[in-house]
């Protein structure tokens, strides 16, 4: 059987019932792998499901991370209709890519120690981030 790896850009982490069903599209398509890069996180603090749901993507092998400079300037060459122009880091990304990879960890940490049948989600802190850029994006594959 063939294998595909596939690498999601998202403005935003998938909600809980976004990553409860690309969990179980994964399940079923063992030939597939996934590497998901966000620049933000879903609202994790107002759906406490939403912890565990991301873990339920770690379980089915997808790669979950923050979306650091390196990542950012692979999305804007690749994905973004940025017009020619070169991409030029905002301000606060580097603080940004810090806070989520961190609060990642702390949802990733406990399922990583405990395994997926002891896990149980915590609520962290609450901090607020400025809102990011916006971007165009147009079609295209990665060959």
Not at 44 to 71: S, W
Not at 118 to 123: D, E, G, M
Request: charged share 25%; with cysteine.
């Amino acid at each position: 059987m063939e294998e595909f790896k596939v690498t999601w850009y998202m403005s935003w982490s998938p909600c809980s019932k976004c990553a409860e069903q690309v969990a179980r599209f994964l399940a079923a398509h063992r030939n597939l792998s996934l590497a998901i890069f966000s620049s933000r996180l879903y609202y994790y603090l107002r759906n406490p499901n939403y912890q565990q749901k991301l873990c339920r993507l770690i379980q089915e092998g997808v790669h979950v991370a923050a979306m650091d400079l390196p990542e950012f300037k692979k999305c804007w060459n690749k994905f973004v209709d940025n017009d020619g122009q070169p991409f030029r880091p905002w301000m606060r990304l580097r603080i940004n890519f810090s806070f989520y990879d961190c609060k990642l960890q702390e949802i990733f940490r406990p399922y990583y120690i405990l395994g997926p049948s002891s896990y149980s989600p915590t609520l962290s802190n609450v901090c607020l981030i400025k809102r990011l850029p916006e971007m165009r994006f147009r079609w295209g594959a990665e060959r």
